[in-house]
């Protein structure tokens, strides 16, 4: 039984006889009663009554007639579905994103892409940059926003962004103010501190699996300066929490300044010069596998809003060009 047997036997009986339906099928009489007696034969049951007028159908074949509808219906929907062109790109994708990046860009991006692109769910991973890259090599994400990492086996890296990092904490007493640097050539830009005078000041950081706690120790190396670390936390709400009330400053890239300031006036924000500590981000798919369209579509968004964030002066950093 297929369903082009089962379209004959509706015609045969919606039509009431075996000519006319033979005649609208475009078949020869006898092929199709061939056909008929080859379903009943199949099914065991009668379909039909045969009279000179033409045929009836048989409780059986009422029954069939019900069933045939339905399953010819579902089947023409089933096609229609298959091959029904996609209404843009869909399918699931997963992101994986330090999480200090996470809270400034993430939000944005899903909102744009649930407006603009319904058909495709975004999975977000956020975690330490160790973490993400981790994500991205063992093939849990499809696109990952990578730290100072422009090169990594397996993964097709793309430049996205580059930032500084600042200096942040409450100068209680007011005297470091006086000792930062203005701003060199950066229109209403952040004042500067030397990493030198930075490192002397109580300093509350996170552990040295941290991406900026190490970025830190390698300047303090290169200068042969130590690191007067007070606290040492790696809850970025207790470090947080640490610095707002003046137990100590610490080093925050430029996506977090938005979340860091109390409003107070001896709060202190500056960018960390001599030497300029900076930290860059790539977007990284894996290399052995074609990038789906659904996946492209959020790195685009990825870049289009990092670039509109950078643009309207919401994120302290600059784009990076592809090599």
């Not at 010819?72 to 399918?91: F, H």
Request: include cysteine; hydrophobic fraction near 45%.
């Amino acid at each position: 039984m297929d369903l082009r047997t089962l379209r004959y036997f509706i015609a045969v009986l919606e039509a009431g006889s075996l000519s006319r339906a033979a005649g609208s099928l475009y078949i020869a009489q006898p092929a199709l009663t061939a056909q008929i007696k080859k379903l009943e034969g199949e099914l065991g049951a009668q379909l039909f009554e045969r009279s000179h007028v033409g045929v009836t159908p048989t409780p059986a074949g009422l029954q069939l007639y019900q069933d045939a509808r339905r399953l010819l219906s579902d089947a023409d929907a089933m096609r229609d579905r298959i091959q029904r062109v996609p209404e843009g790109p869909e399918g699931s994708v997963t992101v994986a994103a330090p999480f200090l990046l996470a809270a400034l860009l993430l939000g944005p991006v899903l909102a744009a892409l649930r407006l603009s692109h319904p058909r495709i769910r975004v999975f977000v991973l956020d975690d330490l940059s160790l973490m993400v890259k981790k994500a991205m090599v063992e093939r849990r994400a499809d696109v990952g926003i990578l730290v100072d990492a422009p090169l990594v086996d397996g993964l097709r890296c793309e430049p996205l962004a580059c930032e500084s990092i600042f200096l942040c904490g409450r100068d209680a007493d007011g005297t470091l103010a006086p000792r930062l640097r203005p701003p060199r050539g950066r229109k209403a830009a952040r004042p500067e501190i030397d990493f030198e005078l930075a490192a002397r000041l109580p300093l509350v950081l996170q552990s040295r699996r941290f991406s900026i706690r190490q970025r830190v120790e390698d300047a303090a190396a290169t200068l042969g300066v130590a690191l007067n670390v007070v606290h040492e936390q790696d809850s970025a709400r207790v470090i947080r929490s640490l610095y707002v009330c003046g137990a100590g400053f610490t080093f925050t890239p430029a996506c977090t300044l938005g979340d860091t300031a109390p409003g107070t006036r001896d709060w202190i924000v500056a960018r960390v010069v001599r030497p300029e500590l900076q930290r860059s981000y790539f977007l990284a798919t894996p290399s052995d596998r074609t990038i789906e369209p659904a996946t492209r579509v959020v790195m685009d968004a990825l870049s289009e809003q990092t670039a509109r964030l950078i643009r309207d002066k919401v994120w302290d950093a600059r784009l990076l060009s592809p090599s």
